[in-house]
């Protein structure tokens, strides 16, 4: 048997032993596995990415003048809660960045790359250039009338 012959048998042999393995594996139950399909779908339907964003737009603008009359009429209370809140906004705030941005990542993982847009403008010909008809070393260019 050459050594092509006996890897080739190998290779066989340990995908035959990962095949078994793979059918004597029992699925697992999952008690929380719905968790996945919503986690999925907020993460790829922008229709549900729409209504996510509608419901926090409108918490947020029930919530302002809760915390403004709560900051000013009761302040011996917004000393207590005051920390809690601006904790649990900041956490909040957080996290709706980071998975914007995996969500705009993820969006973007089949488009090809944009091209590079240049910094600089491209530079203008010189005008001794286009008075002379030359090149710029001495020697007229192929598209310059001879004269």
């Keep these: 048997m050459t050594e092509t012959e006996t890897l080739i048998a190998e290779v066989r042999q340990l995908r035959a032993e990962v095949a078994r393995l793979h059918a004597a594996h029992t699925p697992v ?24 964003h509608m419901w926090g737009a409108i918490y947020w ?14 302040p011996g209370l917004w000393l207590k809660l005051g920390i809690f809140i601006t904790l649990i906004y900041s956490i ?18 089949g488009e090809p790359e944009p091209p590079p847009i240049p910094l600089e403008p491209p530079t203008p010909p010189i005008p ?20």
């Design 61 to 74: 603008l029930i919530n302002f003048p809760l915390i403004i009359c709560l900051f000013f009429f009761a």
């Design 128 to 147: 001794e250039q286009r008075d002379r008809g030359d090149n710029g070393e001495g020697q007229a260019d192929a598209m310059a009338p001879a004269g």
């Design 92 to 109: 909040y705030a957080n996290l709706a960045t980071d998975y914007g941005a995996m969500s705009a990542a993820e969006a973007a993982f």
């Design 29 to 52: 139950h999952i008690r929380h596995g719905w968790m996945n399909l919503v986690f999925k779908d907020l993460s790829t339907n922008p229709y549900t990415q729409y209504k996510v």
